[in-house]
């Protein structure tokens, strides 16, 4: 049984906040990628942010980037995406991803939550 669930989505103005979290039963959790996708309506599912099991590597999407930060407790089994200026072209839904080592973090594998929406207004 592996489980992630995905909470703090909801509906914000473009400029606004949200922070994601992600609770994973998956074990041990700090031996796992973590990783954030989201996809839109109509669209592909799309790579967001990522961070390694001691959380030292950290990528994000170019469209991202500098407005979005990924962070994760692994005492607490939690991975978080704090985002902040969002736009409007945010709007999707957010999946948190677990993969195990050495599969790339920003490879579409591994385990899945349920997704969590996020919609910002213009």
């Known amino acids: 049984q592996v489980q992630l669930v995905e909470s703090g989505g909801g509906l914000v103005q473009a400029g606004g906040s949200l922070r994601l979290s992600c609770a994973a039963s998956?074990?041990?959790?700090?031996?796992?990628?973590m990783a954030w996708f989201r996809q839109a309506p109509g669209k592909e599912r799309e790579f967001v942010a990522g961070?390694?099991?001691?959380?030292?590597?950290?990528g994000y999407a170019d469209s991202v980037k500098g407005r979005f930060s990924v962070s994760r407790d692994n005492a607490k089994n939690l991975v978080f995406l704090q985002m902040d200026r969002l736009k409007p072209e945010d709007t999707a839904v957010y999946f948190c991803?677990?993969?195990?080592?050495?599969?790339?973090?920003?490879?579409?594998?591994?385990?899945w939550g349920q997704g969590t929406q996020a919609t910002v207004s213009s």
């Open positions: 991803n677990a993969k195990l080592p050495p599969v790339p973090m920003r490879s579409i594998s591994g385990y």
């Open positions: 998956v074990s041990p959790f700090s031996m796992y990628v």
């Open positions: 961070i390694s099991r001691n959380g030292v590597n950290i």
